[in-house]
């Protein structure tokens, strides 16, 4: 019997055996019948529904339970909620969400990731944007699988996330202050989080509330090969001469530490009984020192949380949102108006190094060669939401909506090779040796809505409808400062004044030298669900699907025409039909400086129980999903850069249950499980990108129907628990959580040396002394230590040596994975003054 099959054979045999416990649990229980399982009300439909009364895939985590587990953000989150998976990449490049095996983003590089992979829609409050907000003073958090298009604003293609913090209260005052100090196994020094909550209210109908919350994290990955002093110091010494390596390299102890300051600042006025307006700011700035990945699988023999980068690579991220919600209620309907204007800037530096050399345009002959690239990046958006709810008591009911979006995308890329230009005879004092440019805009706009009808009490049908629209349009340049003898083509600037011109001109239409491209698209999307339910306890459901995504620029450079005369850097993204270089492929029919939009059908059959007067709730559904040109991760032909391109079909089916049990006054146990497959459903020519040793010349390898798809894992598992009992003057609470998922594959089908990532398991516990004022908690969290990979970059292909003009070895550090923290142990504090 497989890996797979024994643990659905089990996992669904612990969640019979809990249900027959519970049912002895019951008999035994006289008297008890109030206790019941927790359930949350949400308003993921419009409406505010318990969880069990939504005829949809829906989970709920509330504010309670996100203090009561101590959730920090999504990913710690989303680790108990089946059907979702997080890859875990740290703060600085940006954590991909994959719901269901639909996977864009997989497992590689990718810096400065704002999207979440754009598989989910992401709301903060009724806003859509993607943020990795950080969990403070939150309501709750709600997450629905399958497409949601009549539904919300935003497209979807496999599901929505929306966080809902908590509103102003016009009930009373309130002060909250919390501290948390922790510490990693692998840190040498402690992490801290502190912060802030207030409520006040001024009037009967008028209050404000904020938060304020400063993260210092540790970090707990070392750097310990940084050369002394770019383009001096030899980033290859004799590493076994200890004097040789001390006169060339640093080391750099918890190099992925962060720094995250957030806040919340929200003004609600009610001036009528029946208008009611929320004013709130988001602000979000964290600032991060590298990244959180592991060359243990380089030749270098680096330790599992030290990474072989050659220079320092710090990243800021700053996001902030001005959002306005107004609801009214028209007696016959209920008018929401949402509008948000956002702003996210990414401003980091890498090393460029690896990609250099292995363009072998002789970089790698200069002996003490070091590369770095600094980037900043900024989006506008601007978003309006307007959508009417019937309220109504009648057979009838009924949703309709409009979106607009409206965004704008600026970056730039310098890159540096301090000491090259002298070594090759270039007059280049500022080093710089490439520059490129990149502008976007995107408006799109939707009408969308629902009505649903009861045929019965008990029978009730809803179908949905969604039109939509979008035009996106941008341009990039590039320039070779270093290999042009003439003056620069473009002008290095700040991000402001970049930002000023590139909208100037892109207003005026592209000037000479860059390259434009566009897209467009417009149709319309369909759902329909019926439900029926067999008892007041049991509900099921069927639900028909359809969701979309818009494409994108994959924001590269195109290559210039091939002339065999000239040593072009290779470093570009070649347009259909355009060749560069002997054996550039004859994939010759796709666009790697863009992707097109890609869609889903989704069939799912499900249902909604909640059993023993309560006590007991068990939920699960099973699903498939025909996905149309779908988005997936290669690489250009030259540099073998990452890119998105699309396929030309794929399909998803598993099935996903969840439970919770109030087993008695003391003691309440939750858990799911989710399996899934996710597959190529027709060849796909030139899918992924790999090199061919020795050397790094880039080879497309073909993907083949039937090949699994990378970024999920096909079994993922979760259960938690908590004990309370009476203590001194209020309680003790023990909690206990475990997750684990199975293996998970980095490139399609495991072509071209990609590696499989292990399955792995998490363990964490805590204890929570509560006297209702004064809570204090002691975790640790990776209970054992477990070290665990989330995402590769390269393959092992890319360990090669190569040779300096000196013949002194040049190592390529280009392969390395992401991994997830160690072991922390910690201590919470919260006082509340009401």
């Not at 999207?115 to 309501?139: H, R, S, W």
């Not at 401003?347 to 292995?358: A, Y």
């Not at 341009?475 to 970049?498: A, C, E, K």
């Amino acid at each position: 019997m497989s890996k797979s099959s024994l643990l659905r054979q089990t996992s669904l045999a612990v969640l019979a055996t809990g249900l027959v416990m519970g049912a002895n649990a019951q008999e035994d229980a006289s008297g008890d019948s109030e206790l019941r399982a927790q359930t949350i009300t949400v308003t993921a439909t419009r409406r505010a529904e318990s969880v069990q009364d939504i005829p949809l895939n829906i989970a709920a985590v509330g504010g309670e339970q996100i203090e009561e587990q101590g959730f920090d953000e999504l990913s710690d989150m989303l680790s108990y909620v089946p059907g979702i998976n997080v890859v875990d990449r740290g703060g600085r490049q940006g954590n991909p969400l994959i719901v269901r095996g639909l996977n864009a983003d997989g497992l590689g590089s990718g810096d400065g990731n704002n999207d979440g992979g754009g598989t989910v829609a992401t709301y903060i409050g009724e806003i859509p944007l993607f943020v990795d907000l950080k969990l403070n003073d939150m309501q709750r958090v709600e997450v629905l699988l399958g497409p949601q298009g009549t539904l919300y604003g935003a497209g979807t293609l496999g599901g929505a996330i929306r966080y809902i913090p908590n509103k102003p209260d016009f009930g009373g005052d309130l002060l909250e202050v919390r501290s948390e100090v922790s510490k990693y196994s692998e840190a040498s020094s402690l992490s801290y989080e502190t912060g802030l909550t207030f409520n006040k209210a001024l009037a009967p109908n008028f209050a404000i509330r904020g938060s304020i919350d400063f993260e210092d994290d540790s970090g707990f990955i070392d750097y310990p090969y940084i050369v002394q002093e770019i383009g001096v110091s030899d980033p290859d010494p004799d590493f076994s001469d200890p004097s040789d390596v001390a006169a060339n390299l640093r080391g750099v102890t918890d190099a992925n530490g962060e720094r995250t300051v957030s806040g919340r600042l929200a003004a609600r006025w009610e001036p009528l009984d029946w208008l009611d307006g929320t004013a709130t700011y988001y602000y979000q700035k964290s600032d991060i020192d590298g990244r959180q990945g592991s060359s243990w699988r380089n030749t270098l023999n680096t330790g599992k949380y030290e990474l072989a980068k050659r220079v320092e690579e710090p990243n800021e991220i700053t996001n902030q949102l001005l959002a306005l919600e107004l609801t009214a209620d028209l007696g016959f309907a209920e008018l929401t108006s949402a509008t948000g204007y956002s702003r996210f800037d990414d401003d980091g530096q890498r090393d460029q190094t690896d990609l250099l050399i292995s363009l072998e345009y002789s970089y790698e002959l200069f002996p003490t060669f070091t590369s770095f690239t600094h980037e900043k990046g900024r989006e506008n958006t601007f978003n309006q939401e307007v959508r009417l709810v019937s309220t109504t008591e009648s057979r009838f009911n009924w949703i309709i909506g409009a979106f607009y979006n409206n965004s704008d995308v600026t970056s730039y890329s310098q890159e540096y090779t301090p000491g090259y230009a002298d070594y090759v005879g270039f007059d280049r004092p500022d080093d710089l040796e490439y520059y490129s440019q990149f502008f976007s805009e995107l408006e799109e706009m939707a009408l969308f809505g629902e009505i649903g009808f009861e045929i019965t009490d008990k029978w009730t049908v809803t179908v949905g409808g969604r039109y939509y629209e979008y035009d996106l349009e941008s341009f990039s340049d590039v320039d070779f400062p270093l290999f042009d003898s003439g003056p620069d083509y473009l002008q290095p600037v700040g991000i402001n004044d970049l930002e000023n011109s590139l909208k100037s001109d892109f207003a005026a239409g592209s000037p000479n030298g860059t390259e434009r491209t566009s897209q467009s698209d417009d149709g319309t999307l369909f759902k329909f669900n019926t439900s029926y339910e067999f008892t007041d306890d049991i509900l099921g459901y069927f639900t028909v699907s359809e969701g979309y995504r818009i494409g994108n620029s994959n924001g590269i450079g195109v290559c210039p025409d091939y002339d065999p005369t000239d040593n072009q850097q290779g470093a570009c993204a070649l347009l259909p039909g355009q060749q560069f270089g002997p054996g550039a492929g004859d994939i010759s029919t796709r666009d790697e400086s863009q992707y097109g939009p890609d869609t889903t059908t989704n069939y799912e059959l499900g249902f909604k129980s909640t059993l023993m007067d309560g006590r007991v709730t068990l939920n699960g559904a099973v699903y498939f999903i025909e996905w149309s040109d779908p988005q997936l991760t290669s690489a250009t032909i030259n540099a073998s850069i990452p890119i998105t391109v699309n396929a030309e079909g794929a399909e998803s089916k598993g099935f996903e249950v969840s439970g919770a049990w109030a087993v008695n006054e003391n003691l309440s146990v939750r858990g799911s499980y989710s399996h899934t497959e996710a597959k190529l459903t027709a060849d796909a020519p030139g899918l992924v990108g790999t090199i061919s040793p020795p050397g790094f010349g880039t080879v497309l390898l073909d993907g083949s129907d039937g090949d699994r798809l990378p970024g999920s894992p096909e079994d993922q598992l979760s259960v938690f628990g908590t004990y309370v009992m009476p203590f001194a003057d209020g309680e003790l609470a023990f909690n206990a959580g475990y997750t684990w998922q199975g293996d998970v594959l980095s490139r399609t089908g495991g072509l071209g040396d990609g590696l499989t990532l292990d399955s792995f398991g998490l363990a964490n516990v805590s204890a929570v002394y509560d006297t209702g004022d004064w809570q204090a908690t002691f975790f640790v969290n990776n209970l054992f230590d477990e070290f665990y990979e989330t995402g590769v970059v390269g393959t092992n292909l890319y360990n090669q040596v190569l040779s300096d003009d000196l013949g002194g070895p040049v190592y390529q550090r280009t392969y390395y994975t992401h991994v997830g923290a160690p072991r922390s142990m910690g201590v919470r504090l919260k006082y509340t003054f009401d």
